[in-house]
């Protein structure tokens, strides 16, 4: 079983619309998440991280955390053609590593 | 400027040959990590330091050698690179609690022929 894994896309959405994007993880223990965004061709960059269980939410994006269910998920409201890239979710397992899923990859249409 | 630099940003070279490529944070970061990223493979973890002459293998560690003598530096070396090594590296710091992020550098694309 993968450490981290995530909808594998692609995912196609019209300008305005809200894209859902989901994550598992494996370990019961761990405590902290985080979602990246990464260009295509750029490094990942930081959008949200969440560490209790609830919603979090930073301008259009919301971070949701089931820490029973071990189930985080990033919602992007009123999506832009901007928002177009690959998001990457990362999970702090152990020692202060983090583990990251292969990416879903986001396409918004105009 | 303050932040987590790599260099060289685009590498060629030969299969057999030893390549170093760079890493240098400014932020005094206790952690320093290396992943490489492949298409349908994500990011994987080569190898990650928790000080300065502590060093730990991540899951794809096998023809990597890593070094941090310094803290601001992290240098990952090839010992003898193989096509299977091309990809694009990224080196990675954070500091030492587990909700702090992890902050990447601009990657390095290295081509192995």
């Known amino acids: 079983q993968k450490e981290v894994e995530q909808n594998s896309g692609p995912l196609s959405v019209p300008e305005g619309a809200i894209a859902s994007l989901n994550c598992t993880y494996s370990d019961r223990g761990s405590q902290s998440f985080f979602w990246y965004r990464q260009y295509s061709g750029k490094s990942p960059e930081l959008i949200m991280s969440i560490y209790s269980n609830g919603d979090k939410e930073d301008g259009r994006f919301t971070a949701q955390l089931n820490k029973a269910s071990q189930y985080v998920s990033l919602l992007i409201r009123d999506s832009q053609p901007s928002d177009s890239a690959t998001y990457l979710c990362?999970?702090?397992?152990?020692?202060?590593?983090?583990?990251f899923g292969a990416g879903t990859t986001v396409t918004v249409r105009a | 400027d303050a932040g987590i630099t790599q260099s060289p940003r685009y590498k060629i070279t030969e299969t057999g040959r030893q390549v170093t490529l760079m890493c240098h944070q400014t932020w005094s970061h206790s952690y320093m990590f290396w992943y490489r990223q492949d298409l349908g493979h994500g990011l994987r973890l080569i190898y990650y330091?928790?000080?300065?002459?502590?060093?730990d293998k991540g899951e794809v560690p096998d023809g990597y050698v890593v070094s941090r003598s310094k803290t601001e530096n992290f240098p990952l070396t090839l010992e003898s690179a193989t096509r299977s090594q091309t990809s694009v590296y990224f080196c990675?710091?954070?500091?030492?609690?587990?909700?702090?992020?992890?902050?990447f550098g601009n990657g390095t694309r290295l081509t192995v022929t």
């Open positions: 990362a999970v702090n397992i152990r020692d202060y590593k983090l583990s």
């Open positions: 330091s928790a000080a300065a002459d502590i060093t």
């Open positions: 990675a710091s954070r500091q030492g609690f587990y909700n702090s992020p992890l902050h």
